[in-house]
């Protein structure tokens, strides 16, 4: 399966984005949709995930309250509502597949090119 992330820009601090995650190709049940995000010269870091086949989401301390993931199983696509942006949301953000509900970057695959998200103060 492809991942395609777009829905990134400029915004101010204080504002929102709605970020979205277009898979081709099948996602099988089993799996999790997760969100990272990735500034200059930091490692990834992990956003929020999601399992496909329920309603079950989990998020990073830094996002909790802030950001929300969705999905819409029939369409393949997985979103990311970022509410309340700060300067320190500013990343490129990517997503990914894996198969277990985990933080950890080397658990998921299937990285696309990313969408970048500047928040300015």
């Known amino acids: 399966v492809q991942l395609q992330a777009s829905g990134g820009g400029l915004v101010q601090a204080g504002g929102s984005l709605r970020l979205s995650c277009a898979a081709s190709?099948?996602?099988?049940?089993?799996?999790?949709m997760a969100w990272f995000r990735q500034a200059p010269g930091k490692e990834r870091e992990f956003v929020a995930g999601?399992?496909?086949?329920?309603?079950?989401?989990y998020y990073g301390n830094s996002v909790k309250g802030r950001f929300t993931i969705s999905k819409n199983n029939a369409g393949n696509t997985v979103y990311l509502q970022m509410n309340s942006l700060k300067p320190e949301d500013t990343a490129v953000y990517y997503c990914?597949?894996?198969?277990?509900?985990?933080?950890?970057?080397?658990?998921?695959?299937?990285w696309g090119q990313g969408t970048l998200v500047t928040v300015s103060s």
């Open positions: 990914g597949r894996g198969s277990t509900v985990t933080t950890m970057a080397t658990s998921f695959g299937n």
């Open positions: 190709g099948r996602i099988y049940s089993s799996s999790i």
């Open positions: 999601i399992r496909w086949s329920r309603d079950y989401a």
